[in-house]
């Protein structure tokens, strides 16, 4: 067998990459993670928060996604987006973004905020999906106490969608050729 009918055959290498800040969104991408893992097709996955010293190179594909915080991607994410733009050129992107904090998400397209737009154009991402957030009871500071006061406290991630974009993207990529070109450097 040459190297290259072996190397067609190994697993895909996956990097969910997230930014967040009090664990929802970390599981979010822990459970697209656990989803990818478990497709037709088998996944090498990589959760991990999406810092200055993560380096996405070597990855067939790459899941990027952040908390919204008065609408906007988290710092990091943006970061991540913009400094891997090149790295980036040639591997399949896909975008989240978790944060409502009602069943917005569930019920309805809800419309992609600016910062994770111009992040996924930024990426060439293939998709981009919000899905509901959480805010626990007992969450830390005055604006979060009053939004919980105010009846939007609780958790408004639905699993089943959260599967199906890790599904969609399975799929997707299982038919996908490895590398691609899908913009100009």
């Known amino acids: 067998m040459s190297t290259a009918d072996t190397t067609s055959r190994s697993p895909r290498r996956i990097l969910v990459a997230y930014a967040g800040r ?8 822990e459970w697209l993670g656990e989803r990818l893992r478990h497709q037709a097709e088998p996944f090498e ?13 070597g990855y067939d594909a790459v899941v990027l996604g952040s908390a919204l915080y008065e609408g906007h991607w988290l710092r990091p994410a943006r970061h991540f987006a913009r400094r891997h733009r090149h790295d980036l ?30 992040a996924s154009h930024r990426l060439g991402a293939r998709d981009h999906l919000t899905f509901g957030g959480r805010l626990a009871p007992d969450a830390q500071g005055w604006l979060a106490h009053t939004m919980v006061e105010s009846g939007h406290g609780g958790d408004f ?21 490895r590398r691609h070109r899908h913009r100009a450097a």
Not at 22 to 29: D, F, N, P
Not at 165 to 175: K, N, R, T
């Open 22 to 29: 009090a664990g929802a969104t970390a599981e979010i991408a």
């Open 45 to 57: 996955v990589t959760v991990a928060e999406a810092s200055d010293d993560l380096d996405p190179t």
């Open 89 to 118: 050129a040639d591997v399949w992107v896909w975008t989240f973004s978790s944060g409502p904090l009602d069943d917005s998400a569930t019920t309805r397209e809800i419309t992609v905020t600016h910062s994770a737009e111009r």
């Open 157 to 177: 991630r639905d699993r089943d969608q959260i599967d199906g974009y890790a599904d969609q993207i399975g799929g997707e990529l299982s038919v996908l050729p």
